[in-house]
């Protein structure tokens, strides 16, 4: 065998390193992930949290106990500049300091992300930042499951006077959920109640949005926003770096 030397990549050289931990069973973040961030911009790492098949506050609450497990399958010898937690629910009933602490339970102490957040940090950051004080609210999700983020929003000063949901459990039936039913849910929550709200949210990492935001922006003369949406805006803003 003949050994060969070699050099080693400049540490200037390396592109910004953002981590993301997705459910289980979600079919959408990553793929919404892959497009928002160019890989000429950045690396993008991702690791898997387990999670039920359907949304319950009790499937909700678990994830706290494999949260810390989930960040450490990201590379040990890898320092990353933000780790983002893409559940809008888990966040909400798990609580943001809470994931915070667990995400960083996981990550070496010498590679310790120097930033973690998640779709409902990111979402309150991006109503602060637009002024935004009465959300309309859309989710998948039955009304129970949503009621934690609704109580969060508003111990942060955030009202969700117009709430709708397609009171869907399953998630796979919920990444299944076409933008033509998202764009007539939301039509019909907000159009006649214009004066009742000065933004809207698409809750839900696994809702196939990205698309429908800027036609229902154009409609409805709001921000629109969605759980991925938010949590990119928020990563990239913590990294230092652009979305698409």
Not at 170 to 195: F, H, N, P, Q
């Amino acid at each position: 065998m003949k050994t060969f030397a070699y050099t080693v990549m400049p540490e200037e050289k390396r592109l910004p390193a953002i981590g993301l931990i997705v459910l289980q069973s979600d079919e959408t973040i990553e793929q919404d992930f892959r497009w928002l961030f160019s890989p000429q911009v950045c690396d993008l790492y991702v690791s898997r949290v387990p999670s039920g098949l359907e949304v319950t506050g009790d499937t909700l609450a678990e994830m706290a106990q494999t949260l810390p497990m989930a960040a450490s399958l990201f590379p040990q010898s890898l320092s990353l500049d933000v780790i983002g937690y893409g559940c809008t629910s888990g966040s909400s009933v798990i609580g943001p300091d809470r994931v915070a602490a667990l995400v960083r339970e996981g990550r070496p102490k010498t590679h310790a992300a120097s930033a973690v957040t998640e779709p409902l940090s990111a979402l309150i950051t991006a109503c602060k930042a637009r002024g935004i004080t009465r959300l309309a609210l859309l989710s998948p999700y039955i009304e129970d499951v949503s009621a934690a983020l609704r109580a969060r929003l508003s111990d942060a000063g955030i009202e969700t006077p117009l709430f709708g949901s397609f009171s869907e459990a399953e998630e796979a039936k919920v990444a299944r959920i076409d933008e033509a039913s998202i764009m007539a849910a939301a039509t019909a929550l907000c159009v006649d109640r214009k004066g009742d709200f000065d933004g809207l949210f698409l809750s839900c990492t696994n809702l196939k949005a990205l698309d429908v935001l800027a036609p229902l922006e154009e409609s409805l003369g709001v921000p629109v926003m969605s759980s991925n949406s938010v949590l990119a805006d928020h990563m990239s803003m913590l990294a230092g770096i652009e979305v698409a």
